[in-house]
């Protein structure tokens, strides 16, 4: 095996993805220009790690198993919306995450403190667990985004539980990121 581009992220219910597919069609309807996530690709982030050599997937997977084995699963809604990283120059549109996002956070800083032993540095930015729905392809009419984001300020999906934790392999395709499970742990 060579090496890899991987991340840590927690996996979402049919039903959240289904809800976000809704979003992403009315949101294409505004004309704004972003390349959408597919739906299978929709997950919430924990770690990216980049370059991952066969050993460090191996130490990985050892965290990750552990960590599932002592933390329950996440109770979480997604809502509300927001762009990365302003509205002058959005890169990344997101949907936010409400619930105990303590819990959420302080889960993925133990996974960051563990990863140090394999090689991966720490966070330098504080944690805002968000779902990535879509990444702009240029300029964009910011009157048209602001009252997209305005739309979505109450929604909300229903309750829903993130119990898969992740690795995934990231493969860089012209037409975009292919995902692939390396491991995946059941929150217990």
Same mark, same amino acid.
């Not at 552990?66 to 990344?92: I, S, W």
């Not at 504080?126 to 879509?134: A, N, S, V």
């Not at 964009?140 to 305005?150: H, K, P, Q, V, Y």
């Not at 539980?161 to 012209?174: G, I, M, N, V, W």
């Given at each position: ?126 944690? $805002? ?7 702009? $392809? ?51």
């Amino acid at each position: 095996m060579s090496i890899l581009r991987t991340f840590i992220a927690l996996e979402l219910p049919e039903n959240i993805l289904a809800g976000l597919g809704q979003i992403q069609k009315d949101l294409k309807a505004r004309g704004l220009k972003i390349r959408w996530t597919p739906m299978e690709n929709i997950h919430l982030t924990l770690k990216f790690l980049g370059d991952t050599t066969p050993e460090q997937v191996a130490g990985v997977t050892a965290v990750l198993s552990k960590a599932a084995e002592q933390q329950g699963h996440f109770v979480l809604t997604a809502k509300g919306a927001g762009v990365f990283p302003n509205l002058r120059r959005p890169n990344v549109f997101w949907i936010g995450l409400s619930g105990p996002l303590a819990p959420l956070a302080a889960f993925q800083q133990e996974l960051d403190q563990d990863l140090l032993e394999f090689g991966f540095a720490m966070e330098k930015r504080p944690f $805002k667990g968000h779902l990535t729905i879509g990444r702009f $392809k240029g300029g964009t009419d910011s009157g048209r985004l602001i009252e997209a984001i305005r739309s979505l300020a109450d929604w909300a999906s229903p309750q829903f539980e993130a119990r898969a934790l992740t690795l995934f392999k990231s493969d860089l395709q012209p037409q975009g990121a292919v995902y692939s499970r390396l491991a995946s742990f059941v929150l217990k």
